[in-house]
T-cell receptor
């Protein structure tokens, strides 16, 4: 079974621009979560989607948003990029529908903001 | 504020030894506990999940959970140089897919 895929893998943007990242979950998985990983803060939860609905949201500003499509694919958007948004953005998928709650990560998108 | 604490390391063990990684969490309502391995420049890889008190073994890995002490650990037996990585402890609440991660423990297995 193919794993979680994320595109693009690398991205360089300028402050003030916006960016959209894409995630395709493992086939059959219906929950998609997004995380930001930085050397200083570690892995932090952004949001989780299930059946096209955001079920949980982490403590990030409104510039960070996401959505999920009917085929469970998900996108996240960051508007008005800041230097501090430079990070590895990770998508994780889960079967959902109750236990088990294991999440499987994609390879990530490395975003650099200059 | 839910917190997950891990010793940052580095933890160095000789090849063939047992590596012991520890994690404590602050939220008593936590129900699901995970260990991820992350190689440098790669994404986290799930290696163990545990939901109830006690031990869970999978090959060379054993996860241990003590909810009363709010403590979860990972033992790696017969450590190999390929086990050298950062190990992340992650915790979530009942029915939740929101993982709270520790900062990770860097393990170095010396040949």
């Amino acid at each position: 079974k193919a794993g979680v895929t994320q595109t693009p893998r690398y991205l360089i943007k300028t402050r003030g621009q916006q960016v959209t990242l894409s995630c395709s979950p493992i086939s059959g998985h219906r929950s998609v979560s997004w995380y930001q990983q930085t050397p200083g803060q570690g892995l932090q939860f952004l949001f989780e989607y299930f059946s096209e609905t955001q079920r949980n949201k982490g403590n990030f500003p409104g510039r960070f948003s996401g959505r999920q499509f009917s085929n469970s694919r998900s996108e996240m958007n960051v508007s008005t990029l800041e230097l501090g948004d430079s990070a590895l953005y990770l998508c994780a998928s889960s079967l959902a529908g109750g236990a088990p709650y294991e999440q499987y990560f994609g390879p990530g998108t490395r975003l650099t903001v200059t | 504020q839910k917190e997950v604490e891990q010793n940052s390391g580095p933890l160095s063990v000789p090849e063939g030894a047992i590596a012991s990684l520890n994690c404590t969490y602050s939220d008593r309502g936590s129900q699901s506990f995970f260990w991820y391995r992350q190689y440098s420049g790669k994404s986290p890889e799930l290696i163990m999940s545990i939901y109830s008190n006690g031990d869970k073994e999978d090959g060379r890995f054993t996860a241990q959970l003590n909810k009363a002490s709010q403590y979860v650990s990972l033992l790696i037996r017969d450590s190999q140089p390929s086990d050298s990585a950062t190990y992340l402890c992650a915790v979530s609440g009942a029915g939740s897919y929101q993982l709270t991660f520790g900062k990770g423990t860097k393990l170095s297995v010396i040949p």
